[in-house]
């Protein structure tokens, strides 16, 4: 299966979302996975990176162009496609994948996240799509998804879209064994406030 990875790329955080991401990477590898993952050589991305490579894994990185700086690309990718933009980058990755799982992140994973979620929700893909909560670091946002269902914002439908996860284990299984679902996947009044 070709897996789509989103993640943070800062380095100043907990020990565990950097072991949680490397074990991920290193499960991808050992189930004949490919990741695919937006090519950078730190943060999140690169831990699982890092974890498929040296599980012998395929890893497409794919970043745009001016990422190509000393020390800023993953460069033990097998495959790496470059694009002017960052818009060509996700639609690329998007392209690329079976399935999608967002490991802790900032306004970037947030953004690709949240963007794939909406584009499911309308019926433009039917991928499988997990988040790895590791440290519950998205209990906020499954919080504010919540206030938002209650409220009327969205359907309670979209939680049925993806899966929250503990562990780098879980997340997989959950795309794994998720049905990938064709066509529209429910008629857009469904999700209507």
């Known amino acids: 299966m070709h897996i789509c990875v989103y993640g943070a790329s800062g380095e100043h955080l907990r020990r565990e979302y950097f072991d949680a991401a490397y074990e991920l990477g290193r499960l991808l590898a050992r189930n004949g996975d490919r990741l695919i993952f937006g090519g950078g050589a730190g943060g999140l991305m690169g831990a699982c990176a890092r974890g498929a490579a040296d599980g012998g894994g395929a890893i497409l990185g794919v970043a745009p162009r001016f990422f190509d700086e000393p020390g800023v690309l993953f460069d033990r990718c097998t495959d790496f496609l470059f694009t002017e933009t960052m818009a060509q980058r996700k639609q690329l990755m998007a392209q690329e994948s079976e399935a999608f799982i ?37 209990e906020p946002m499954r919080q504010m998804l919540e206030q938002a269902a209650q409220g009327g914002f969205m359907s309670r439908n979209c939680f049925e879209l993806f899966a929250f996860c503990r562990t780098p284990g ?19 009044e469904d999700y209507a406030k």
Do not use: C, W
Request: net charge positive; proline share 5%.
């Open 170 to 188: 879980q997340a997989l299984e959950a795309v794994r064994q998720a049905p990938a679902l064709s066509g529209s996947i429910r008629r857009l």
């Open 102 to 138: 967002a490991l802790p992140g900032g306004i970037g994973t947030f953004e690709e996240f949240f963007e794939t979620l909406t584009l499911k929700q309308l019926g433009r893909h039917g991928k499988p799509m997990a988040v790895l909560n590791t440290l519950d670091y998205y």
